[in-house]
Every structure is written in structure tokens, then in C-alpha cells.
């Protein structure tokens, strides 16, 4: 892995250098829910139940790792625990993206985020890709629905025909351009200004794109409630130094108070989407079932993305046949839709409970990570 640079190396190490303090690195901001929930609280409880033993300094905003350097941050030690984007390194982490594109065909993000946690635990494609990293998975995630939010109404493939879209991933990408509309590549931060002057039509995004992430109520005013997916890049890792120092009680730890983390930060986006599209329609947003073809339109290329899935990865990112992970994932996440529907999906101490027995009970912690 490249080597940071001395400075940086050298904030962490005064940060490791205080009893049992480590450092834990996220792009996101302090309001960003990650933050809140996989950094802040977690390592909260972590300090709590091991009376300080293991304490970790919070370092978000990219201040310490950007979003491109996280990976690098983490395998070089400068930080022991932090949130990696696979997205941003895509040719180290191949696997791992070829199962976010399985996102584009996600519509329950909670049954998505522990169906990915589940996959990446376990499967030894990736499992291998972290090691040689040199990072121990931790824990996943999924934002909440993707929805086609536009400054015109969208409700068939017709009214979809050139419009021009700004897309975040290439099975995006490929949606668009499957439905003779025009894929455009702008960042995120510049979606607001590309629909008020005209330069795009339509962005798609979760529903938080509308009101806290980036106020497109106030230049788009239709959104289609047709799920195009999630994005469930990457997640919670720790360095393998500081996993191999730990001894079995405390990696026990760390895994099960992960198992909280997910279901807080599910919890609380899936309740924030709500208010988002709540508050949206209070600002005339107007909320449109999309009509039966473009429904079938989307559910046609969706079945087709995922047959065809594993053979492009090895195309286009140059991987070993991915089946058996495209394969778990479905077999997970079906799974998952059947545990959920037996849970009171607010409950965060349930949901934990589910997950902690599910997916971290039966690890070997002797062995994994190692």
C-alpha cells in the first residue's frame, strides 16, 4: 500500500501513543449519520464496556483520511478503526464493488445492509481482498431507497426519453442509457446548480437529496417512488495490527457492539427518509407512483443487470468469476426480508439482538481477521 505522508503518520501516532487511545477516521462530517452511529456512539459503548481499556479518538471530515485515502490510512496504520468508500478504490477493492453493484437492484436497505455485512463477513473472495489490504472488515450499511427526483414529472419510459440524469455508479449509468436517456457525471455537490440552470434534468438520489444533503426540493419539484436501489459501498474496517493485539474477549467486543451501530444507523436513516419526503411534499414536491411500463421497464433491466452481472465484473474489472458472491448476496438478502419481517424494524435493542445472534455469534475469533 502507498505510504502516507510523515505528518500524517505522525498525528496518528501521538494519537495511539496515549494509554489504550486509538484513532478512528471517517470522510464524513460530524452530522453525516455514519459519524454519529458507526464512529461516535459506537466507540462510546466500546470505552464504556471496557472501562476505558480501548478508547478511540473520532476524527471526521476527512480531516485526518479523505474518503480516496482512506483504505491506504487504515493498512499503513494511521488510523486503527475507520469507514471505507470502496467506490473511491475500485482497483483495490474489486470485489468489493462488484457487490455494491448488486445495489442497483436492492429495495429494502435494511434487509441490503445486513445481507452486504453478511457477504463480506463470510465470503472468502472478499475476505481475501481485505487481507491483502491488510484490514479486517467490521460491519456494512445501506442508504435508504434511490428515487428519480426531476424538475418535470416522470411516470413512463416516454417522458424519460433524453432527459438528462445524473448518475452515481456505473449500473446507473447503464439504467440510463437502457432507457434512451442521457447519463451525466457531475459531483454530488453540483446536482443543485445543474438543475437550476438546466444542465440536467433529473438526479437520482435517496430521499435526504431532497432536504439535508443538498435542498433539491427547492429546484425539483417531482419525485418518481420508484426504487432504484441503494448504495452499499465498503463499510467499517480495522487495521490488522490493532485486531491482531486485541485478545478474544476484546474482538468479541468490537464485533458485537458493531451489530448496535448497524441497526441505530438503519434505524435512524430509514426514520429521516420519512421526514425527508414529508417535508418535501410541505414544500410542493409532488410524490408520483411510477406508471406500469416504467415499473416493468426498470424491474426488466434489473433481472437482466444481475444475470449478466458476473461476467461483465470480469470484463470490466478484472476479477475472478464473482458468481458465488452475487449468489450469497440474493440467497442473503432473501433471508434477511424473512428475519425482519418477524422484528419491529424501529427497535434498535431487537434488531441488534437479531443481528449480533445472525451474523457475529458464530464467528471464530481466534481465526478471522487473522
Known amino acids: 500500500m502507498k505510504i502516507l505522508s510523515t505528518a500524517v503518520a505522525l498525528i496518528a501516532m501521538s494519537a495511539t501513543a496515549s494509554a489504550a487511545t486509538y484513532t478512528a477516521s471517517t470522510p464524513y462530517a460530524e452530522t453525516h449519520g455514519i459519524t454519529q452511529y458507526k464512529m461516535h456512539s459506537y466507540v462510546k459503548r466500546i470505552s464504556d464496556k471496557s472501562a476505558g481499556d480501548i478508547a478511540f479518538d473520532v476524527h471526521s471530515g476527512g480531516v485526518l483520511l479523505s474518503a480516496k485515502s482512506a483504505l491506504s490510512g487504515l493498512s499503513d496504520g494511521v488510523a486503527q478503526y475507520g469507514h471505507v468508500t470502496g467506490a473511491y478504490v475500485p482497483s483495490d477493492l474489486r470485489y468489493d464493488n462488484v457487490l455494491n453493484d448488486l445495489a442497483f437492484v436492492a429495495d429494502d436497505p435494511m434487509a441490503a445492509a445486513l445481507a452486504v455485512t453478511q457477504v463480506k463477513l463470510s465470503n472468502e473472495l472478499l475476505q481475501n481482498e481485505y487481507k491483502a489490504n491488510d484490514v479486517v472488515f467490521g460491519s456494512g450499511y445501506s442508504m435508504t431507497n434511490y428515487y428519480l427526483i426531476c424538475k418535470d414529472q416522470i411516470t413512463t419510459p416516454e417522458e424519460l426519453k433524453g432527459k438528462r440524469i445524473r448518475t452515481g455508479s456505473s449500473a446507473q449509468i447503464q439504467w ?67 485486531w491482531e493485539g486485541r485478545d ?123
Open 176 to 242: 440510463t442509457q437502457h432507457m434512451d436517456a442521457v447519463s451525466v457525471s457531475v459531483p454530488a455537490t453540483e446536482i443543485y446548480t445543474g438543475l437550476q440552470r438546466g444542465n440536467i434534468d433529473c438526479a437520482l438520489g435517496d430521499a435526504s437529496f431532497l432536504t439535508t444533503s443538498f435542498k433539491l426540493q427547492e429546484v425539483a419539484k417531482n419525485v418518481t417512488l420508484i426504487s432504484l436501489g441503494t448504495h452499499t459501498s465498503g463499510g467499517e474496517f480495522f487495521s490488522v495490527d490493532f
Open 248 to 370: 478474544k474477549s476484546e474482538r468479541e467486543l468490537l464485533l458485537s457492539e458493531l451489530a448496535y451501530a448497524i441497526a441505530e444507523l438503519q434505524v435512524s436513516w430509514a426514520a429521516q427518509a420519512n421526514d425527508s419526503l414529508e417535508e418535501a411534499k410541505l414544500n410542493n414536491v409532488a410524490m408520483h407512483e411510477p406508471g406500469e411500463a416504467l415499473q416493468f421497464a426498470v424491474d426488466e433491466f434489473q433481472s437482466e443487470f444481475v444475470k449478466g452481472l458476473s461476467e461483465a465484473s470480469m470484463e470490466s474489472r478484472g476479477v475472478k468469476d464473482p458468481s458465488a458472491i452475487v449468489d450469497q448476496y440474493l440467497q442473503s438478502e432473501k433471508k434477511w426480508k424473512e428475519l425482519l419481517a418477524n422484528v419491529e424494524r424501529t427497535d434498535v435493542e431487537a434488531l441488534a439482538s437479531l443481528i449480533r445472534s445472525e451474523l457475529y455469534s458464530d464467528i471464530n475469533l481466534e481465526q478471522y481477521g487473522m
